[in-house]
């Protein structure tokens, strides 16, 4: 008698598993790059923005006068934005006194090794000014963030006929010297320069250059007097330590009298070398999240 036959298994579905697998496949791929990449928190902002609008009925309308759907990104998280920033970083003459930090803050752009100002004054020179234009129209006009100007001061007492009685009050002045010169002289120029677009509505001047986005904050004299301190204690210990081994004739008295010469001219110039890092202006442009 004739075996029966086996029904055959219906494999009409077996693409299925197929396709899972190859599913798995790139889901398991686009996770590894994904892991790899670099999330731009401007443009992951934006994109959350776009969802957020299309789901409470509003479509992203046409941006008006370079206003961005967030209040985000980070400066340095645009391509043609950190671009005209290194320009500026390295060029010649203004070369070693920009430096660009990240901070859960915000972005950090340090101003130094420059006379901004005047001994015991906070009119800002020509050369400051000159920087503060071309940083400038760039952090201003490229953000909508809020932007903190931190003001600093050296460890020299203010002068009898000094119209500031403190270097507390110097720092306030010449951080509030930097933001007016944004909200007044770089606004004013830049109305000039970019007159047409302004008067045909494409770039809104008073938007980027409002007052209500700069914050003048004064540090004083208070972190140089930390750092000196630190310093006068370095300076202290190796006193100590040679005076120790003088008293213990480990050296002659001719050696401990060069020693504590060196030391002092290493005190002096370490001291200038602080003084001379504390020439500067910080501006601190604020993270802003999505309310």
Same mark, same amino acid.
């Given at each position: 008698?004739?075996?029966?036959?086996?029904?055959?298994?219906?494999?009409?579905?077996?693409? $299925?598993?197929?396709?899972?697998?190859?599913?798995?496949?790139?889901?398991?791929?686009?996770?590894?790059?994904?892991? $790899?990449?670099?999330?731009?928190?401007?443009?992951?902002?934006?994109?959350?923005?776009?969802?957020?609008?299309?789901?409470?009925?509003?479509?992203?309308?046409?941006?008006?006068?370079?206003?961005? $759907?967030?209040?985000?990104?980070?400066?340095?998280?645009?391509?043609?934005?950190?671009?005209?920033?290194?320009?500026?970083?390295?060029?010649?003459?203004?070369?070693?006194?920009?430096?660009?930090?990240?901070?859960?803050?915000?972005?950090?752009?340090?101003?130094?090794?420059?006379?901004?100002?005047?001994?015991?004054?906070?009119?800002?020179?020509?050369?400051?000014?000159?920087?503060?234009?071309?940083?400038?129209?760039?952090?201003?006009?490229?953000?909508?963030?809020?932007?903190?100007?931190?003001?600093?001061t050296d460890d020299l007492q203010m002068t009898e006929n000094n119209i500031?009685?403190?270097?507390?009050?110097?720092?306030?002045?010449?951080?509030?010297?930097?933001?007016?010169?944004?909200?007044?002289?770089?606004?004013?120029?830049?109305?000039?320069?970019?007159?047409?677009?302004?008067?045909?509505?494409?770039?809104?001047?008073?938007?980027?250059?409002?007052?209500?986005?700069?914050?003048?904050?004064?540090?004083?004299?208070?972190?140089?007097l930390n750092e000196i301190e630190i310093l006068q204690?370095?300076?202290?210990?190796?006193?100590?330590?040679?005076?120790?081994?003088?008293?213990?004739?480990?050296?002659?008295?001719?050696?401990?009298?060069?020693?504590?010469?060196?030391?002092?001219?290493?005190?002096?110039?370490?001291?200038?070398?602080?003084?001379?890092?504390?020439?500067?202006?910080?501006?601190?442009?604020?993270?802003?999240?999505?309310?």
């Open positions: 008698m004739a075996k029966k036959k086996k029904p055959e298994k219906d494999k009409s579905g077996d693409w $299925m598993t197929t396709f899972s697998d190859l599913n798995s496949l790139l889901m398991t791929f686009f996770v590894a790059l994904f892991s $790899m990449a670099t999330i731009s928190p401007g443009k992951f902002q934006q994109a959350a923005m776009s969802f957020n609008n299309a789901f409470n009925g509003a479509p992203p309308g046409v941006l008006v006068g370079g206003k961005s $759907m967030s209040e985000e990104p980070l400066i340095t998280s645009n391509p043609g934005i950190k671009r005209d920033l290194l320009k500026i970083v390295e060029d010649k003459n203004f070369k070693g006194k920009i430096t660009i930090e990240e901070t859960d803050r915000g972005t950090i752009v340090s101003l130094s090794d420059m006379a901004f100002f005047r001994v015991g004054s906070a009119e800002l020179t020509r050369e400051a000014k000159e920087l503060l234009y071309q940083i400038g129209i760039i952090i201003v006009e490229h953000t909508t963030n809020p932007i903190e100007i931190y003001g600093y500031y009685p403190s270097n507390w009050h110097l720092g306030a002045a010449r951080a509030a010297s930097v933001a007016n010169f944004f909200t007044q002289e770089l606004k004013e120029r830049r109305t000039l320069e970019r007159i047409g677009e302004v008067r045909n509505g494409t770039f809104d001047i008073n938007y980027f250059y409002d007052e209500d986005r700069f914050y003048p904050i004064s540090l004083g004299e208070r972190e140089i204690n370095e300076v202290d210990s190796r006193r100590a330590i040679k005076s120790q081994e003088f008293q213990q004739g480990e050296i002659t008295a001719e050696e401990f009298a060069q020693s504590k010469e060196e030391i002092n001219n290493y005190y002096e110039r370490e001291l200038q070398n602080i003084r001379e890092s504390y020439r500067k202006i910080d501006l601190l442009i604020l993270r802003q999240r999505i309310r």
